[in-house]
């Protein structure tokens, strides 16, 4: 089985220059769950959060780059007043996700889409539209020239910022020191969020949170993971 053309193009875009693998191998039996699910709970380009049959109401909280996506399986779990929307670029990492919500059976309170998070803050929610935003170990970019790359940049923030209602959260992890503190600085430095832990600080890891993939590659490395939690005023 392949998936379309016509069905990939639903998800992808040429609007924002974006970095990062968006393709790679995907199962004949994930590629089966994609396309039973994506015309169910995924976020195509051409529509809006509001036009994807979610519930009016209910908290909506986004995670951004859930790679394979256990942290949003824990969300769905922990927070059945939730409605979810997942948001990773790397096909196979949308495919394993797609799975693992069904098998957990709280996928109906998701959506879903393959679309960079730049795309979809500007085209698909609006202001004021967030509960919240979780982004866990976002790609790092080491290279001093590939700093323009990073996901959290200036313009980032502020469009995050914007979507998030008075009072919705931004919480963030990192197991790469210099990557915590660029995610910091620019973020204490957007106007209309307060850092938790007060200007320059982190906050203490939630006790009930569950280590990523990539938290748990940090710790095999020797590197202990540090968290932001921001609050829009
Ligand atoms: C280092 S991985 C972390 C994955 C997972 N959050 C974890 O902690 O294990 C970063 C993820 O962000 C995704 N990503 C990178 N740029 C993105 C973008 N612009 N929008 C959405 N996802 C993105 C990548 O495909 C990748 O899966």
């Known amino acids: 089985m392949r998936l379309s053309r016509e069905f990939r193009d639903q998800f992808s875009q040429r609007e924002l220059r974006t970095h990062g693998r968006k393709n790679g191998f995907v199962t004949a039996g994930q590629e089966a769950r994609l396309l039973k699910w994506l015309p169910v709970i995924g976020l195509p380009r051409d529509r809006c959060l509001d036009q994807t049959g979610l519930p009016d109401g209910a908290p909506v909280v986004m995670e951004i780059g859930f790679g394979n996506g256990d942290f949003l399986v824990h969300l769905a779990r922990t927070h059945p007043d939730w409605l979810l929307v997942g948001v990773e670029i790397y096909l196979p990492g949308v495919a394993k996700a797609v799975g693992r919500l069904e098998d957990a059976g709280v996928i109906e309170r998701v959506r879903i889409t393959q679309l960079p998070a730049q795309y979809v803050l500007t085209h698909q929610v609006s202001e004021g539209q967030l509960e919240g935003v979780y982004i ?11 700093h323009k790359r990073r996901l959290i940049q200036k313009d980032f923030a502020a469009l995050l910022t914007s979507r998030l209602k008075p009072g919705g959260f931004i919480r963030l992890a990192s197991d790469k020191p210099d990557l ?17 832990a007060g200007p320059g600080g982190f906050v203490e890891r939630e006790p009930d ?5 990539f938290e748990q590659r940090g710790e095999r490395a020797g590197r202990i993971s540090q968290f932001l939690h921001y609050i829009r005023d």
Do not use: C, Y
Request: proline share 15%; no cysteine.
């Open 209 to 213: 949170r569950p280590k990523t993939k």
């Open 180 to 196: 915590a503190e660029w995610m910091r600085d620019i973020l204490d430095a957007t106007p209309g969020l307060t850092n938790v």
């Open 136 to 146: 866990n170990h976002p790609d790092p970019w080491p290279k001093a020239r590939h």
